[in-house]
């Protein structure tokens, strides 16, 4: 076997405590981060910022010698709008968008008509009267009856026969009265929208309330014919917990798909709505200020 490399202990040896002095004064050799070890291979050499269980900083944490602390700067990402998106953002000075407008515009005031049914803590969103094509039957009606009780009349009249001429003169303002209460009745039927319900108030002697409160409508649809489409009305279909409700299927509504956007923002966004309330009345009292 061959011996230890340096000379052999000797406790004799006057040197010995010389060399042990100088050994336990000799620095500890540390790990470097910035490139290989420095000497001639004696050993490794470390790094100060050697520590235990914390290996080499993350991507984004600082390297203040605090491992575990991220920068917030390292890790943002600045979003990215496409101008799609930014134009649908962009809105006039009255807040409106300015694309294609998908909600119709907010009434200040209930007329006298509505206001009646609606309790002080209900906020007001709108009424609308049923298209005109609901009156397309009487109206019809009405010329059809002009025309022929018209052409009746005269050719009675000149039978002599006053007495059927009188019955046929009769008849027809019996028939334009039929008509003037069908246009009477459309314009006293409403359909009404607030932040609580929407409601229908129809008839002219009886007067008809129904309403469904918007908390209560798990399903809404609207549906459009044909004719429909070209003319911009629909029927509207609301659902309450599968119940039949006294509101429930409304007829020959306008502008249908803003009228749906409307209530369903009402149902899902009512903050939405508050803040555009809120919005217009600043401008409204800086515009009366000016």
Known sequence: MGSPSGP?????????????????????????????????????????????GDGPPHAGEARSGQTGVRDPEAEYQRPTISEEELAGLRVDASGMPLGPRRVLPLEDEPSSLVARYLFPTERYRGEWKRHWIHLTTPVLIGVGATFILGYLSGFLAGQDVSALTTV?????????GWVAWRVADWWYDRFILTNKRVMVVNGIITRKVAMMPLARVTDMKYEQSPTGRAFNYGTFVLESAGQDQALREIKNLPNPNELYLRVVEEMYEPQAVEARLGKEADEAKADDGA
Do not use: H
Request: proline share 15%.
């Open 8 to 52: 052999p202990f000797d406790p004799d040896d006057p040197d010995r405590e010389r060399r042990e002095r100088e050994r336990d004064t000799e620095p500890i050799p540390r790990y470097r981060d910035d490139g290989p070890p420095r000497g001639s291979g004696d050993g490794p050499v470390f790094s100060d910022d050697i520590g235990y």
């Open 168 to 176: 046929a003169v009769l008849l027809w303002f019996a028939v334009m």
